[in-house]
């Protein structure tokens, strides 16, 4: 487990299904995202309404619930899965950013949860250990496509959803910088204490969590690569050593150099 998020499985069901039969009580142990990337078909919770899918939809199902599936009968049928559990899962359950039933959303325009849950299928099948470790990542990569859609509600204004989305890119191109926040409230035209509500309440992180976790998730990956220490932490803007030393082990479980040591 990493940065408070681990990936208990990946897999993918491809199947050509001549007839209309529904997959009946399927169930997974924990929290699910499934992307459908071929076919036209419909998800239901018990015997909630059916949602339908089609390639491109995807959806979050919650731990233990049982659920069927089923497909327009002489289309081709895809959909890849992730299982996720972990304190920073749980922990946007207990918020109530997740819902407690089954969430829906049609597309992924940018392509980031399709190509993070098909990377993590490749490392998956692969096997070896310095692929496996990417795992969480790319699990904290399907969470923060799957967030904003899973509480999507009145309570946040589409221009409010839109300022979020800014500062988290601006967050991720700038992972070897200070950011000062307040500065970065003031480019987006909103108050610091109105975006640290609603970037909470979008990502399920504070803005200081968030970057911290983009740095660290970043420095591992170097690390991985084959990056000393001292590379890794002057990449993601950390010139303290012992703090990077005591940042990391916070979110990873591990020191830098055991990180760095494993992947060899």
């Known amino acids: 487990m990493s940065l408070g998020l681990g990936v208990r499985g990946v897999g993918v069901c491809s199947r050509d299904f001549r007839y209309a039969q529904p997959i009946e009580g399927r169930l997974f142990p924990g ?15 018990a015997d909630g309404p059916r949602q339908e899918a089609s390639a491109g939809s995807s959806f979050l199902i919650t731990p233990n619930q049982r659920h069927s599936y089923g497909v327009v009968a002489g289309e081709p049928w895809e959909e890849l899965w992730i299982w996720l559990n972990g304190p920073r899962i749980d922990e946007l359950a207990a918020d109530g950013l997740l819902a407690d039933t089954l969430t829906y959303w049609p597309s992924d325009p940018a392509g980031w949860l399709r190509g993070a849950l098909e990377s993590a299928l490749a490392i998956a099948r692969i096997g070896d250990a310095q692929g496996l ?8 990569q399907v969470l923060d496509a799957i967030i904003p859609a899973a509480q999507e509600s009145p309570s946040m204004p589409r221009h409010q959803a839109q300022v979020c989305d800014a500062v988290r890119a601006h ?38 969590q968030y970057h911290n976790r983009e740095r660290i998730q970043r420095a591992g990956q170097l690390l991985l690569y084959g990056a ?36 060899q």
């Open 31 to 45: 929290w699910v995202v499934i992307h459908v990337s071929h076919g036209r078909g419909y998800y239901q919770v």
């Open 133 to 140: 470790r990417r795992l969480p990542g790319l699990g904290h």
């Open 171 to 208: 967050i991720r191109a700038h992972l070897g910088e200070h950011l000062d926040f307040r500065a970065v409230a003031a480019a987006q035209g909103v108050s610091y204490a109105s975006l640290r509500l609603r970037f909470r309440q979008r990502f399920g992180l504070g803005l200081v």
């Open 228 to 263: 000393t220490v001292a590379d890794a932490a002057r990449a993601v803007g950390i010139a303290d050593p012992a703090y990077f030393s005591r940042l990391f082990r916070q979110l990873t479980g591990s020191s830098p150099r055991d990180y760095r040591r494993r992947a």
